[in-house]
């Protein structure tokens, strides 16, 4: 990264703490429940165990991050709805069905949109 570039970086960085700064706790909130929430059309999300893939879930719509109910405080975990994909070959086959699943902040896991 050239010295233009890593100043530019560090400006909007500067300048999205300054926004938050700016902001009330309430709208702080908000905005990080905006940020850690995904809403699209085609997500895919892998779990790993080590370096290998050991689940896959397709045509994910949206990953959210849970909150308490009482605190509205974000959770350890985040959840969806996506096809378990379950011989790992990244397509949504006869049979493979749509499942709930959550991860947590402790799972290695990687989300996407799909390419394809």
């Given at each position: 990264?050239?010295n233009?570039?890593?100043?530019?970086?560090?400006?909007?960085?500067?300048?999205?703490?300054?926004?938050?700064?700016?902001?009330?706790?309430?709208?702080?909130?908000?905005?990080?429940?905006?940020?850690?929430?995904?809403?699209?059309?085609?997500?895919?999300?892998?779990?790993?165990?080590?370096?290998?893939?050991?689940?896959?879930?397709?045509?994910?719509?949206?990953?959210?991050?849970?909150?308490?109910?009482?605190?509205?405080?974000?959770?350890?975990?985040?959840f969806?709805?996506?096809?378990?994909?379950?011989?790992?070959?990244?397509?949504?086959?006869?049979?493979?069905k749509?499942?709930?699943?959550?991860?947590?902040?402790?799972t290695?896991?990687?989300?996407?949109?799909?390419?394809?």
């Amino acid at each position: 990264m050239n010295n233009y570039a890593l100043k530019a970086t560090a400006l909007v960085a500067a300048a999205a703490l300054t926004l938050l700064a700016g902001c009330t706790q309430e709208k702080q909130n908000q905005i990080k429940r905006e940020i850690q929430n995904w809403t699209g059309t085609n997500g895919v999300l892998e779990v790993f165990a080590g370096e290998k893939v050991v689940k896959r879930f397709l045509k994910i719509d949206k990953l959210s991050t849970a909150l308490g109910t009482d605190d509205q405080k974000a959770r350890a975990y985040r959840f969806g709805y996506g096809i378990l994909d379950e011989n790992l070959n990244g397509v949504a086959d006869d049979g493979e069905k749509r499942v709930y699943f959550e991860v947590s902040d402790f799972t290695q896991y990687v989300f996407f949109e799909s390419p394809r």
